[in-house]
């Protein structure tokens, strides 16, 4: 079975005036009613500033009744497991078991 997603960019709002938070929720909640069968955002601690991954899927799946929702790649090895852990089934909870986890270490560090 294929399935479909859309990326929502979440550095865009911190780069471009006209591209607001209340844009990027109402696109990821137009996605579920166009029938896409997930919304993801990315995550960057240290290279690419962006808006913070949880906080905005937290949202999201406030805003959603059935769409999964994930992350691109969020940088586990950077976070403390304990509260990334606590943040990550406070979603799964909040959304009904709709989160997915694109985990990833992160950038390579020179040396």
Known sequence: MVEFG???????PLLVESYT?????EMGSKAEQYGFDSVWVGDSL???P????ISLLGHLAAQTD?????TGCM???????IQFLQAWNSLEMLSDGRMVLGACMGPPTPG
């Open 46 to 48: 240290l290279d690419r």
């Open 21 to 25: 938070v209340d844009k990027m929720m």
């Open 66 to 70: 059935k769409v999964k929702l994930g």
């Open 75 to 81: 940088i586990t090895t950077l976070r403390n497991p």
């Open 50 to 53: 962006r808006l913070e991954p």
């Open 6 to 12: 859309i990326n929502i960019n979440n550095r865009e």
